[in-house]
């Protein structure tokens, strides 16, 4: 297993991306961190990564998934926007290669158009509600949902549940 994690140039959650890089250490699963940055990325609390691969360089067919962290950068780059993101989430959609996102980067899920139908564990961010339900998303209570290859999880939190759920589903022994 292969996944790629997306993270904001700035502000994504560090929590959020320091529990999914825990598990997948633990778990022994592959993953490259990326963005659209050319310069290192920092969160929301000072944590600062070194990019494995700047976003437009990646094959999704060398994947098995992506990850999208969540985080005050989602909004204030509005990643919902970004066309190449939207394109690459629609190629991984395409190709049925697991696609999951945590708290208010679900949003981008939605404009990506990759939610139409499919039940979604909702964030608490008030803006990315409102873009899930308006692409058609079915909201959920559960902090996780999991819809054939799309994944969500709501926040952080307690996330270690989720996470160990999601990786049993993808098949990660």
């Not at 929590?15 to 778990?27: A, G, H, N, V, Y």
């Not at 339900?133 to 999880?153: A, Q, V, Y």
């Amino acid at each position: 297993m292969k996944f790629l994690v997306f993270i904001s140039p700035r502000d994504f959650r560090d929590e959020s991306l320091s529990t999914i890089k825990m598990f997948f250490d633990r778990w022994n699963v592959k993953y490259h961190l990326t963005s659209y940055s050319t310069k290192d990325c920092v969160g929301q609390h000072g944590a600062t990564y070194k990019l494995d691969i700047n976003t437009n360089k990646v094959d999704a067919s060398e994947y098995d998934g992506i990850i999208l962290v969540d985080g005050r950068g989602v909004e204030s780059y509005k990643l919902y926007e970004f066309r190449p993101l939207l394109d690459l989430i629609l190629r991984f959609n395409n190709d049925k290669r697991y696609i999951g996102a945590i708290g208010n980067a679900i949003a981008i899920l939605a404009r990506a158009s990759v939610l139409k139908n499919k039940k979604v564990s909702m964030p608490n961010d008030k803006n990315a509600v409102n873009t899930i339900t308006l692409f058609h998303g079915i909201p959920s209570d559960e902090e996780i949902e999991i819809s054939e290859n799309i994944i969500t999880i709501s926040g952080v939190s307690s996330i270690a549940e989720p996470i160990q759920k999601v990786l049993e589903y993808i098949g990660v022994k």
